[in-house]
């Protein structure tokens, strides 16, 4: 995909200075093939970003040369494409993270291949992701890898999934058939049980509705791209005030053993505190709090940070909570808002999604580990999701980058929520025992595999 | 700005961490650090012996910051290692042994001289000596038993970075494997190795060299003062300017002047360039990052223009 570059200018002064303002962020991941133009899309965002430097453009520049590109034109997928064997074989092998920002926001950008082990990028780059944008070929509309994108992130319950018709201008940006385009892929998001996404119509090759509406659809009332991307709430942001608060322990702060120089022995002589990133919801000072696998409530008196104490602090902060009794309370120990905590549970009803060449197949012992606990499990795999019709079918064993559905028997009891419904915590991932490999992902979905 | 000499974390603190402010909306440098104090965090608890790679240079001091704050008011439970190419900044090893005195921890360092002395290895023709701590520091690894090294890299530094796990998996050898990599979903770090593999860990991966300034300008982190403007006798070689010492000494046709340079990273004398700045303070530091037109590692680092994939290539060999 080539197009002819500006050099970016050095941003003005006013620029300058909103690169120091604090922004919010938000996660987003691009699903697609090279086909479908999604290299030129990620190369486009950067560029009217104004995130790419003119070292990295001239480099671009001179290979885009060397490999026929002629009249300073220039091939994008070359700023993304950052391995040798990529670069080599000219196609997307891993997930890559890029970044740029705008005056309102910074942003995390997961550039998911869509040719090669698709289930397994796609999964993992829009695991930490907010949005989703998928692009499709407006001359093709939706495609079998339309079906399988939209699958994986309708299972994966993306908040905020934008559908990106690309290269609109091939088309001379006619409506009706733009529209036509825009209708197949409702009526496919419908049948795979996605709400109806956000779509515009772009060509990111010539920079319509990306950074601003275009004059060439008029007809289109919706945002450009980036302006949407700018205005949707990250996840947490969002679910602060409706979830209950949860915080994984990942580790209890006594500084008996060695206080950080410079602090007073005496001050934090009792000092104990369970540290943890707050998974979701908010806690305040006062909170009444119920304990997994103590099964006890107490209340929270204090909220450190290492900058001074809070009185509330919400998802996703990393904090260290004071609580007003001696509980038992470890690494993999979960503080819950009291009454809020899931009946811990040895089976996991799962949605699991197979990485590797083996698979996973039923009888297989495995580790899972979610939140901040891992435990021994056995797989029972119940069943396969045909991707080509969005059915279920029976199963005892999954290949890699499909997806289906499984039980998992665990060692141990865990107060897992339904991802569905609590997002993250209700995540985890299967572990070989032997060589330590990830294996798979999986999210809890008791409601919908029981 | 002078090193600070007071072991506080961060005594202004965060707009967003102030006692009773209502405002709960979280910006990127919040988010940023939170994800690097659980990262920091998770590789403390699930592995023996972790350690954290310190070069004084500005990401490895951001790391060590975040570390700081992640066990307060505990102190760090882990140490610092440092490979001395023997071609480093004289004020960048003063800095090393002040800060880790400073934090009250152990220091490790690994002598790239002590591996020329004694034939282990040999001066390069160029007189880089960027790839040869390689060798060092996997003997470091493996004579420290440590099993977890933190380290500053950044995504948005490389290509080959962009691509790099949080928690990269390195074998025996010290070397990556860009193809077989595993995947990491949500914030579940799968730090698991066998005997002999160690994992190294970037818990600023998502920083990119703004966020960086951003950060120390607002956690008020003290760097060393190569970061900021000063006057140095310096000469010009392939449109960086060099400084003149025992490691870099100019040649006959090239002039040596002085100028007022800084840093914008801190490498070898032998391959870091300084660029003509007269940003003296953060403030003026973040507003030239910020209107830059050319990345870090373009602008003044020899070992990063060989080709394309320098770093991967560093990387799989067992380099950070």
């Not at chain 1, 409530?297 to 996703?316: E, K, Y």
Request: aromatic share 6%.
């Amino acid at each position: 995909m080539t197009t002819t570059p500006t050099t970016p200018a050095p941003n003005p002064a006013s620029a300058s200075q909103s690169a120091t303002q604090p922004k919010t962020l938000l996660r987003f991941a691009t699903a697609g093939s090279v086909d479908d133009g999604k290299s030129t899309l990620v190369g486009r965002l950067l560029h009217d970003a104004k995130a790419i430097l003119a070292d990295q453009l001239a480099a671009v520049t001179a290979t885009s040369r060397e490999r026929g590109f002629l009249g300073g034109e220039f091939d994008f997928a070359l700023l993304t494409d950052g391995l040798r064997a990529e670069r080599e074989q000219g196609i997307t092998i891993d997930v890559a993270y890029r970044y740029f920002a705008t005056d309102r926001r910074s942003f995390i950008l997961a550039d998911c291949p869509g040719h090669v082990q698709y289930t397994r990028n796609m999964v993992t780059g829009a695991s930490t992701a907010d949005a989703v944008v998928v692009l499709i070929d407006a001359r093709t509309g939706a495609t079998e890898q339309t079906r399988r994108h939209l699958t994986v992130v309708s299972r994966l319950g993306i908040r905020y999934v934008i559908i990106a018709i690309n290269k609109i201008d091939l088309l001379d940006f006619d409506r009706q058939t733009i529209e036509a385009v825009e209708d197949e892929v409702r009526t496919l998001a419908a049948e795979i049980g996605l709400e109806v996404p956000h779509l515009i119509p772009i060509s990111a090759l010539a920079g319509d509705n990306i950074a601003t509406t275009s004059a060439n659809t008029l007809w289109y009332e919706g945002p450009a791209l980036l302006e949407l991307l700018e205005t949707l709430p990250s996840t947490e942001a969002d679910t602060a005030d409706r979830e209950p608060f949860r915080l994984d322990v990942q580790t209890v702060l006594r500084p008996q053993g060695g206080l950080a120089p410079g602090l007073d022995a005496e001050e934090f002589r009792d000092y104990r505190a369970v540290a943890g990133q707050i998974t979701a919801g908010q806690v305040r000072l006062g909170d009444e709090v119920e304990i997994h696998p103590a099964g006890i409530r107490t209340t929270v008196t204090g909220i450190d940070t290492a900058d001074g104490p809070l009185d509330s602090a919400s998802a996703p902060l990393s904090v260290s909570l004071r609580l007003a009794d001696e509980i038992d309370t470890a690494r993999g120990s979960v503080i819950a808002a009291a009454g809020t905590l899931p009946p811990p549970r040895r089976d996991l009803r799962a949605e699991v999604f197979p990485f590797t060449a083996e698979g996973l197949r039923t009888g297989q012992r495995v580790l899972v580990k979610t939140g901040t606990t891992t435990v021994k499990g056995i797989v029972t795999i119940t069943s396969r999701r045909n991707l080509e019709t969005s059915t279920l079918e029976d199963a005892e064993e999954l290949a890699g980058n499909d997806i289906g559905l499984a039980q998992v028997r665990l060692s141990a009891a865990l107060p897992i929520p339904d991802f569905r419904v609590h997002g993250p915590a209700g995540a985890f991932v299967v572990i070989d025992l032997q060589t330590g490999n990830t294996l798979a992902a999986g999210i809890h979905t008791p409601e919908e595999n029981s | 700005m002078s090193i600070d000499t007071i072991p506080t974390v961060n005594p202004t603190g965060p707009a967003s961490a102030t006692e009773g402010t209502p405002d709960r909306t979280l910006t990127s440098l919040d988010v940023l650090e939170s994800e690097a104090i659980h990262i920091i965090r998770e590789v403390a608890a699930e592995f023996e012996k972790p350690v954290l790679l310190f070069s004084g240079g500005k990401d490895s001091v951001t790391v060590l910051h975040l570390a700081a704050k992640a066990f307060w008011p505990a102190k760090i439970p882990f140490g610092l290692l440092h490979v001395d190419t023997g071609h480093n900044f004289p004020e960048i090893i003063r800095f090393r042994d002040e800060t880790a005195a400073r934090f009250g921890l152990d220091l490790t360092v690994a002598k790239v001289q002590d591996y020329i002395d004694d034939g282990r290895l040999r001066e390069r023709p160029d007189g880089t000596r960027n790839t040869l701590q390689t060798q060092p520091l996997i003997d470091a690894i493996a004579d420290g038993g440590f099993d977890a090294v933190f380290g500053g890299a950044r995504r948005d530094e490389d290509k080959a970075r962009a691509k790099e796990r949080i928690l990269s998996l390195r074998d025996e050898f010290g070397g990556w494997n860009p193809s077989s990599q595993r995947p990491e979903l949500w914030n579940l770090y799968n730090g698991r190795h066998l005997p002999g593999e160690h994992v190294r860990v970037f818990p600023i991966s998502n920083f990119t060299e703004l966020d960086v300034w951003n950060y120390i300008a607002r956690e008020g982190i003290a760097l060393p003062q190569l970061y900021f403007a000063h006057d140095r006798e310096v000469f010009s070689r392939d449109g960086m300017w060099w400084a003149t010492g025992e490691f870099s000494t100019p040649r006959e046709d090239e002039t040596v002047t002085r100028r007022t340079v800084r840093y914008r990273t801190v490498g070898d004398m032998s391959c870091t360039g300084a660029v003509e700045s007269d940003a003296d303070d953060l403030e003026s530091i973040l507003a030239e990052v910020a209107a830059t037109t050319v990345t870090e590692r373009g602008a003044t680092r020899a070992d990063d223009r060989i080709s394309a994939a320098a770093m991967e290539d560093r990387k799989k060999d067992g380099y950070f």
